[in-house]
């Protein structure tokens, strides 16, 4: 199947710092990638949809300042936390679809981020 | 209208036994329903999916059953083994006009004892 890449899976940072993780499709371009928050035992909350070379869609309380998104090709979407609190803290994850695969979202295996 | 219900919250279940999971959802114009196994600290892998025009699909021993008057769906997990333990959301989406914007359950925690 598809494969997604997510980099880094972990990173710990320091209050005010930002951070940027990556989120890649190996082999298909990716026509759509999305990114999710997921708390401890809790389900996946949709942040925004990115489609490439335009401007991302970020669900209603989503602050679009604070995670940045770039969908610069068909294959790279970044999410940056600027300014990180502790607050942020959380697993990030995305998704990638591409219209000739069908309905599928291919997820990465997501980034521990830890705001100390 | 976007919410997707899901129960039970946790499950066990013996090794060989059948693993019931079920979702249901407020929102008709949903045309796609896929089901998610997800480990700690792990991305959620697709298992299984279906569209609401036919009422059953199986795949190995995984099948979903899809009830589209009643807005429910469920999947069952037969000869379940503990490699099966993990956390399963089921989820909906829109495909046609909709973007396929995944709206996921709240997750049921799987374990699957000896």
């Known amino acids: 199947g598809a494969v997604v890449s997510q980099h880094p899976s972990r990173v710990i940072c320091k209050s005010g710092t930002s951070v940027k993780i990556e989120c890649r499709s190996l082999?298909?371009?990716?026509?759509?990638m999305f990114w999710y928050r997921q708390f401890p035992k809790k389900s996946l909350m949709l942040m925004a949809t990115?489609?490439?070379?335009?401007?991302?869609?970020?669900e209603q309380g989503v602050e679009k300042d604070k995670f940045l998104i770039n969908h610069a090709s068909l294959t790279l979407s970044t999410l940056t936390v600027t300014s990180a609190h502790p607050e942020d803290s959380s697993f990030y994850i995305c998704s990638a679809r591409e219209a000739r695969l069908g309905d599928i979202q291919y997820f990465g295996a997501g980034t521990r981020l830890s705001v100390l | 209208q976007q919410q997707v219900k899901q129960s039970p919250q946790s499950l066990i279940v013996q090794k060989g036994g059948i693993s019931i999971i079920n979702c249901a959802y407020e929102n008709t114009a949903f045309d796609y329903f896929p089901w998610y196994q997800q480990f700690p600290g792990k991305g959620p892998a697709l298992l299984i999916a279906?569209?609401?025009?036919?009422s059953e699909k199986k795949e190995g021993r995984f099948t979903i059953s899809f009830n589209k008057s009643a807005k429910q769906f469920s999947l069952h997990i037969m000869d379940s083994q503990p490699g099966d333990s993990a956390t399963y959301f089921c989820?909906?989406?829109?495909?046609?006009?909709?973007?396929?914007?995944?709206?996921f359950g709240t997750g049921t925690q799987l374990k699957v004892e000896l």
């Open positions: 989820a909906a989406s829109r495909i046609t006009g909709g973007g396929n914007k995944l709206t």
């Open positions: 082999d298909f371009q990716a026509t759509t």
């Open positions: 279906i569209r609401p025009d036919v």
């Open positions: 990115s489609n490439e070379g335009s401007k991302a869609t970020y």
